[in-house]
């Protein structure tokens, strides 16, 4: 299975150049081009897009603010002439940031990250699932089964997501929001924008803090009454 590649990029050489780097990568295939994001936007409803290859100084919207008010879920690697940017955009999610001139093996690494983040999903698919008190991750090469029950919390960090269990912590090629996506509403809830833990592993609340046994973790302002709603439902026993 190829990766749906959409380039936006107001510049025709630097759209070739990725052009041809798509060309010499196996799993990737190029679907459209567009020189700014408002041209994109076709591209993208059209099209199942799995990887954007995203420019930041365009005419009519730049890339930065084409993120800020995108809902589209495809992996985002940035191909910008501008290191500055950087910072920002990581706190956009981005899966990577090249400073052009991009060489072909970095740009390689990136979508090897994507084709990582690519494989996770499927693997999440409830779809696939053969059972649902499990799921399967790709971790260090290789693919593992992990059980509902013994996922502690989940962290986000940067473009990975850190999975704790009572034994180990795994780090995957995934963002939160897809896993989120992926989990079950019943068993697993947000409680922060970096965080996700297990409902039945939470021991106690104070304040703003949840008690998982063996860590704490911090309930964010805007979601607390929801996840304190969530937590509590109809168990909460009334004098």
């Given amino acids: 299975m190829k990766l749906k590649c959409v380039i936006i990029d107001d510049e025709p050489i630097a759209r070739k150049l990725i052009e041809e780097f798509i060309d010499d990568i196996d799993f990737l295939e190029l679907v459209g081009q567009a020189e700014n994001p408002a041209r ?3 591209l993208l409803t059209e099209n199942q897009v799995d990887v954007i290859f995203l420019d930041i100084n365009m005419p009519t919207i730049n890339g930065i ?3 800020k008010s995108s809902k589209n879920t495809a992996s985002i690697i940035m191909t910008t002439a501008y290191a500055e940017y950087a910072v920002e955009a990581f706190s956009l999610d981005v899966l ?3 400073v052009k001139p991009i060489p072909f093996d970095r740009f390689l690494k990136a979508c090897n990250k994507a084709k990582e983040i690519y494989d ?3 693997l999440l698919s409830a ?4 059972a649902n008190d499990h799921f399967f991750i790709k971790c260090d090469n290789q693919i593992e089964k992990v059980f509902y029950a013994d ?3 989940a962290e986000s960090m940067m473009n990975y997501v850190l999975l704790y269990t009572p034994t180990r912590k795994m780090i995957v090629y995934l963002t939160l929001k897809s896993l989120e996506e992926q989990l079950p509403e019943s068993l697993f809830l947000k409680v922060h924008k970096s965080f996700i833990v297990n409902r039945s592993k939470i021991k106690s609340i104070e304040g703003n803090m949840i008690n998982m046994g063996t860590e704490k973790i911090t309930i964010s302002q805007n979601l607390r009454e929801k996840v304190l709603k969530e937590i509590l439902k109809d168990k909460m026993i009334k004098r």
Avoid: G
Wanted: charged residues 25%.
């Fill in 65 to 67: 603010d084409f993120l």
């Fill in 151 to 153: 996922l502690l919390y």
């Fill in 120 to 122: 996770n999903k499927q």
């Fill in 96 to 98: 990577d940031y090249l």
């Fill in 40 to 42: 994109a936007i076709k």
């Fill in 127 to 130: 779809r696939q699932q053969p």
